[in-house]
């Protein structure tokens, strides 16, 4: 059951541990967020959402912006995983790049909205968010510049740089295609995207 799923199925005034409880709290902080954007949401609102009294939601996270970045750490968490995963998944690099391709679509589809944390939160300016943005999306560069930088003769900063631009075209074109009303089914639309970056990182020589 899913943080989101908890929060629907816990009457108010149920007792639960302190994890279960927090993950109740992030999972109906989650809507409030991406219904309302932070600035438009009220801990009134995520308390009431969780079934909570305002002083047990206070027991967990001392303010909104506390709240507010324990759910964008737990989601750049989760997106940087999945790049992981993908590149571990096979060592054929064309395949390599398709799962990549389909982990930030997959990201960007998950129901519960959390992209829209990482990618199109309206607290930017706010410098413990801007980081952790900026950082999600360069360690997720990173891993992917690893794998071209050991497979290829280019150096470290070549291989960043069109690890950026792989993931930046991943996540850009997998937000507009979520936002495009999904015409194109998700496998197809991971794989035209996979098939487009494959044609561009193919032709850098094997070491």
């Given at each position: ?12 005034g149920?007792?639960l541990?302190r ?9 109906a902080?989650?809507e409030v ?5 932070y600035h ?9 959402r ?8 206070y027991?967990?996270?001392?303010g909104k912006?506390?709240?507010?970045l ?5 989601h750049?968490e ?7 995963r993908?590149?571990e ?16 679509f ?5 129901e ?5 944390l990482v990618f ?11 980081e952790?943005?900026d ?8 891993a992917?510049?690893e ?6 003769k280019?150096?470290q ?12 075209m991943a996540?850009?074109?997998?937000r507009y295609?979520?936002g ?14 996979s098939s487009l970056?494959?044609?561009g ?5 094997m070491q």
């Open positions: 059951m899913t943080a989101i799923e908890q929060t629907e199925a816990r009457p108010r149920t007792r541990p994890r279960a409880r927090r993950n109740q709290l992030l999972g902080a989650q967020f991406v219904a309302q954007g438009a949401a009220a801990m009134d609102d995520i308390a009431e969780a079934g909570v009294s305002k002083p047990v939601l027991q967990h996270f001392p912006l506390e709240l507010y324990a759910l964008l750490d737990q750049c989760a997106l940087l995983q999945a790049v992981r993908a590149l998944s096979t060592t054929d690099n064309k395949q390599r790049v398709a799962a990549t391709m389909d982990a930030y997959g990201f960007v589809e998950d519960g909205g959390a992209f829209r199109e939160s309206d607290l930017t300016n706010e410098p413990a968010v801007r952790r943005v950082k999600v999306s360069l360690d997720c560069a990173q992917v510049s794998v071209i930088a050991e497979d290829t280019l150096s900063e070549q291989s960043m740089l069109l690890a950026v631009g792989l993931c930046g996540q850009i074109t997998a295609w979520l495009s009303g999904q015409r194109i089914p998700r496998d197809a639309a991971a794989k035209l995207i970056s494959w044609r990182i193919a032709g850098f020589p």
